[in-house]
């Protein structure tokens, strides 16, 4: 059973959220829309989540069914309006902070990452179709998909481009009417086809004949499943169908598709944008989603975590070293069964944490009335988004895989569930970018934002905020204290060297450096929250984390510094 970490995510919400609260959402606002989450989270979306890891979703004869109970779990979300959170008022939406509904992604993701796959695409729907769309297309599909009576997916892989987009074939051809027709495949198309809803508008990237060659060529479409017509019913159905959906390691529920565009002529397709500028479009839509994964990796561990807990206070299995002769134990009691459940949990906050401070720049970046700081927090935003996703999720496969360790041999067993949990993990590294990508990103382009203004304001907040947490005098955190500003100094060294290295010494060590970012990141924010909630639990996670994990600092640093030549000069090992 799923407990939604309310009281966890209130502290974290507050801790990060800044100017993202206040008159717009009030005290019993948020508890109110935290706790009416949670609900939906326990009462509605877990029970079905081991059921629908189990059954899948099924396709026959280019119809795809999705588990029993999902149906009504979608009805369910779509009239409690949870599609609309963050959408503009005048749109049908609740003009809420981004942050709120990051915390509602997570302990939705937690409760069932596969369901939840659907929403998140929406949501970059709304995004991308608000941001760039015409009037027209905003006033025909933007308050369906707010309402979530349509859903949205994106439509990026081809078989032969994946993460490298320039290589896209599906072809654009201009309608003497204006739209546009779309053919080609597009394949891991998530949620391309299913029976939640009436309708589905894909957002495709696609090319011209007359296109620049490169992502430069690249347009957005939208391509709706069913034609709509002036009144705003539905029409006929458009040349798109799902030819197969994929057998998967994990994410059972959620339906991965394969989609044909054109058999009978070409697509209805109506440009997103400006021809050719389709990559800085669907960005609207892959920056948003990649916080999303993020927060998917967040909820992973904290479902993971509660569960791995909750069997180690049921589970007897030998003596623990203060225990009894005779005694049978709780597993909990062995030291080194406590270790791994620190590390889960304080891997788990300190990822919600780094999430939670890039929703909430997000936030900044579109509702700070100074244009400086609006830049500012656009910068921050920009430079977190990489972090947030790769660490998460890279924190989830790990967490997840503890758990199982947890369990011993039942965690391999699929009936206590937390194999599933190793199994729908393991995509989100891979997904909305891969995490090799979110670390190039972040060396390559983030670092140097602004001349490095970014990266020097994070290292200065992060420096702040451990000396408002030195001058509290938490007794038995010094030692942890010492690892943080070490790790600091390790992480602005790494720093300096990258923005003065060669490229290929950049990406040798990139990995390595978003992997230290999150451990600086992550420990100096826990420390602080713990520092000012001035909460024992969080106390002890902070002092775990920074003692145990943030001690690995100088060694990341090392391999950024010192790793490139042992990679680069290996090529004749392959």
């Known amino acids: ?15 990060e959220g800044g100017a993202s609260f206040g008159e717009s959402c009030p005290d019993d606002l948020l508890h109110g829309i935290m706790h009416e989450a949670a609900r939906l989270a326990e009462d509605v979306l877990a029970p079905i989540n081991h ?40 749109q049908g939406g609740m003009d809420l902070p981004h942050l709120l509904n990051s915390a509602c992604i997570e302990m939705w993701s937690g409760a069932n990452t596969a369901f939840m796959l659907a929403p998140i695409l929406t949501f970059g729907a709304i995004d991308a179709l608000g941001a760039h769309g015409s009037e027209s297309l905003q006033k025909i599909y933007l308050p369906k998909l707010i ?44 949620f391309g086809e299913h029976d939640l809803t009436d309708n589905i508008v894909h957002m495709v990237l696609a090319r011209l004949s007359d296109a620049p060659a490169g992502t430069r060529g690249l347009s957005l479409f939208l391509v709706p499943k069913y034609l709509v017509k002036p009144d705003g019913s539905l029409g ?4 798109v169908r799902c030819q197969s959906i994929e057998h998967k390691l994990g994410i059972h529920g959620s339906p991965t598709c394969t989609m044909i565009f054109g058999d009978d002529g070409g697509a209805i397709g109506y440009l997103i944008g400006e ?3 389709g990559l800085a479009c669907m960005f609207t839509m892959m920056n948003n989603a990649r916080l999303a994964v993020g927060l998917e990796g967040v ?20 003596r623990a070293a203060d225990a009894p002769e005779g005694t049978l134990s709780q597993i909990i009691e062995h030291v080194d069964v406590r270790r791994m459940l620190l590390t889960m949990q304080s891997l788990t906050m300190a990822s919600r944490l780094i999430c939670y401070r890039t929703a909430a720049a997000i936030d900044a970046a579109h509702r700070a009335h100074d244009p400086i700081e609006r830049q500012s927090a656009t910068e921050r935003a920009g430079l977190l988004t990489p972090v947030a996703k790769a660490f998460s999720t890279d924190n989830a496969i790990e967490v997840a895989s503890i758990g199982v360790q947890v369990h011993g041999g039942m965690g391999y067993i699929e009936e206590t569930g937390a194999a599933q949990h ?61 690892q943080l ?32 970012f999150g451990l600086v990141r992550g420990g100096v924010s826990l420390a602080h929250m713990a520092q000012q909630q001035n909460n024992a639990r969080l106390i002890a996670l902070a002092r775990f984390f920074a003692e145990v994990l943030v001690s690995a600092a100088p060694s990341h640093a090392f391999t950024i510094m010192y790793a490139a030549n042992s990679v680069t000069e290996a090529k004749s090992v392959f």
């Open 485 to 516: 500003d070490g790790a600091v100094e390790s992480f602005e060294q790494a720093s300096v060297y990258l923005s003065l290295a060669r490229p290929d010494e950049k990406l040798a060590g990139a990995t390595a450096y978003l992997k230290l």
């Open 51 to 90: 059921s629908g890891d189990k059954v899948g979703a099924q396709f026959l004869n280019g119809a795809v069914t999705t588990p029993p109970g999902w149906r009504e779990a979608y009805h369910a979300w779509r009239t409690g309006g949870w599609n609309g959170v963050v959408a503009p008022a005048d």
């Open 236 to 239: 006929a159905r458009n040349d």
């Open 1 to 15: 059973m799923f407990h939604a970490p309310v009281d966890d995510i209130i502290h974290a919400l507050r801790h």
């Open 299 to 318: 909820g992973l561990c904290q479902r993971a975590t509660q569960q791995a807990i909750e069997f180690s206070q049921l589970r007897r299995q030998g």
């Open 147 to 190: 309402s979530g009576e349509w859903t949205g997916t994106m439509n990026l892989t081809e078989p032969q481009a994946g993460s490298d987009l320039s290589a896209l074939r599906t072809s654009a051809a201009r309608h003497a009417d204006g739209s546009y027709r779309i053919t080609g495949q597009k394949i891991f198309i998530t």
């Open 422 to 482: 190793v199994r729908d993990a393991r995509i989100t590294a891979i997904y909305e970018g891969t995490n090799g990508i979110q670390a190039i990103d972040l060396v390559m382009r983030k670092l140097t934002l602004s001349g490095g203004a970014a990266l020097r304001a994070e290292i200065q907040d992060m420096r702040q905020a451990l000396a408002q947490v030195r001058a509290a005098d938490i007794p038995n955190f010094m030692l942890a204290l010492e």
């Open 275 to 277: 021809e050719n500028r």
